[in-house]
């Protein structure tokens, strides 16, 4: 276990980055530029150039955390940076965050000068099990979210769980939604696994099979034609959810937290519309509700967050879309549920 092939790169997992040197040997890049945050500018970027060779040179550009940054002002101090450094197309960009970083970073470089490489290593729960393939590169306009960017695949992704431990538990709470999914759509016996999930201690092993996964999927269905929208459970309620919370909450959930109640209450539909058994929906329910907090739905809530699954883009015609679970295991797609259905699910939520 130290490499999944994905379409055009690898994920490597690895302590000690032997690729990532040996990448940079063999490409000879002209200049190499590290993109941190201001937390992972200083609590990973020490191990990552603890790794690396005393020869290994590379400038820095670090921005501001957090969503609210992941836009094009940044990208334009980043771009400047680049040539203020006189970077030309040889140059390469290692990315070294989480889902902003890596997104921007991302964009920044696949534009800049038409294209420049770049190499991921995430350093976030959410962003390895999530966004380690599939190549999406993009940046924040106003509120919409990704709204600009690029498919465009990096040179290579890296994974190494040493940097989770300075990740705070509610983003590894939040991570540990996207591989639960993983297991819950895919793969039951993974599932099994999954429940002596340590997060103190996050097992690499079980990382690499949320990422096979993923990649599983994602290269079964490249145009995005059906079998990927699997990877959607929970998250038709649980984005909706999401956006809700973030414009009314004083905390707003984090993404997986509201994938986590996304999911209960899409296993509510799977035992009603899909086949999903009662055992099965008691236990999927019992174990989400030991990892996640229970979050306070209120009744007049139900209107918005029904509004949003409407509106949102995946949707055609006003019909909401769903994959729901057939068993512990495996999902399938394209279910179509009116209102009513989606607010006995939201009921049922509320009721646990
Ligand atoms: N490209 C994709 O396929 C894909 C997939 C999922 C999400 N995303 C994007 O990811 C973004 C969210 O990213 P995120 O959830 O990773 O948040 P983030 O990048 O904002 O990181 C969250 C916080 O954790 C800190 N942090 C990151 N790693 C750390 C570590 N190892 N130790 C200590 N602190 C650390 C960061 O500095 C930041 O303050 C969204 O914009 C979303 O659209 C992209
Ligand atoms: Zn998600």
């Known amino acids: 276990m130290n490499k999944i092939d994905s379409i055009g790169h690898s994920v490597f997992f690895e302590a000690d980055f032997t690729s990532l040197r040996a990448l940079l040997d063999e490409r000879q890049y002209s200049k190499v530029f590290i993109l941190t945050d201001r937390n992972t500018g200083e609590l990973c970027l020490p191990l990552l150039i603890a790794a690396m060779p005393e020869s290994?040179?590379?400038?820095?550009?670090?921005?501001?955390?957090?969503?609210?940054?992941?836009?094009?002002?940044?990208?334009?101090?980043?771009?400047?940076?680049?040539?203020?450094?006189?970077?030309?197309?040889?140059?390469?960009?290692?990315?070294?965050?989480?889902?902003?970083?890596?997104?921007?970073?991302?964009?920044?470089?696949s534009t800049f000068k038409r294209g420049i490489d770049f190499i991921q290593i995430f350093i976030i729960l959410l962003a390895q099990v999530d966004a380690s393939v599939g190549g999406k590169t993009g940046i924040d306009l106003d509120a919409v979210k990704n709204i600009i960017g690029t498919f465009t695949l990096p040179q290579a992704v890296f994974i190494n769980a040493g940097f989770l431990r300075t990740l705070d538990r509610r983003q590894l709470v939040s991570g540990y939604a996207e591989m639960v999914k993983h297991a819950f759509i895919y793969d039951s016996a993974y599932y099994e696994q999954l429940k002596a999930f340590n997060?103190?201690?996050?097992?690499?092993?079980?990382?690499?099979?949320?990422?096979?996964?993923?990649?599983?999927v994602v290269t079964a269905d490249p145009?995005?034609?059906?079998?990927?929208?699997?990877?959607?459970?929970?998250?038709?309620?649980?984005?909706?959810?999401?956006?809700?919370?973030?414009?009314?909450?004083?905390?707003?959930?984090?993404?997986?937290?509201?994938?986590?109640?996304?999911?209960i209450c899409e296993a509510f539909l799977s035992q009603r519309h899909n086949g999903l058994s009662e055992a099965e929906l008691a236990e999927?329910?019992?174990?989400?509700?030991?990892?996640?907090?229970?979050?306070?739905?209120?009744?007049?809530?139900?209107?918005?967050?029904?509004?949003?699954?409407?509106?949102?883009?995946?949707?055609?015609?006003?019909?909401?879309?769903?994959?729901?679970?057939?068993?512990?295991?495996?999902?399938?797609?394209?279910?179509?549920?009116?209102a009513d259905a989606i607010e006995e699910a939201l009921v049922y939520y509320q009721s646990l």
């Not at 040179?57 to 450094?85: A, Q, R």
């Not at 038709?236 to 509201?258: C, F, Q, R, V």
């Not at 139900?302 to 015609?317: C, E, L, V």
């Open 284 to 338: 999927v329910v019992a174990h989400l509700r030991s990892v996640f907090p229970a979050y306070q739905l209120k009744q007049e809530s139900f209107g918005a967050i029904i509004a949003t699954m409407r509106n949102d883009k995946k949707n055609s015609q006003g019909r909401i879309g769903f994959s729901l679970l057939k068993g512990l295991g495996e999902c399938s797609y394209n279910h179509y549920l009116e």
């Open 199 to 216: 997060f103190d201690e996050p097992s690499e092993a079980l990382i690499y099979r949320s990422v096979e996964i993923k990649n599983a």
């Open 56 to 109: 290994f040179t590379y400038d820095i550009i670090e921005v501001d955390p957090g969503e609210e940054n992941k836009n094009i002002d940044f990208c334009i101090g980043i771009w400047k940076m680049m040539l203020d450094f006189d970077a030309d197309r040889n140059a390469v960009m290692i990315n070294l965050g989480g889902g902003v970083v890596t997104d921007m970073g991302g964009f920044a470089a």
């Open 223 to 263: 145009k995005e034609a059906g079998l990927r929208k699997i990877l959607n459970f929970g998250h038709t309620i649980g984005h909706a959810i999401e956006t809700y919370s973030l414009d009314n909450d004083n905390s707003p959930l984090l993404h997986g937290e509201a994938i986590g109640v996304g999911m």
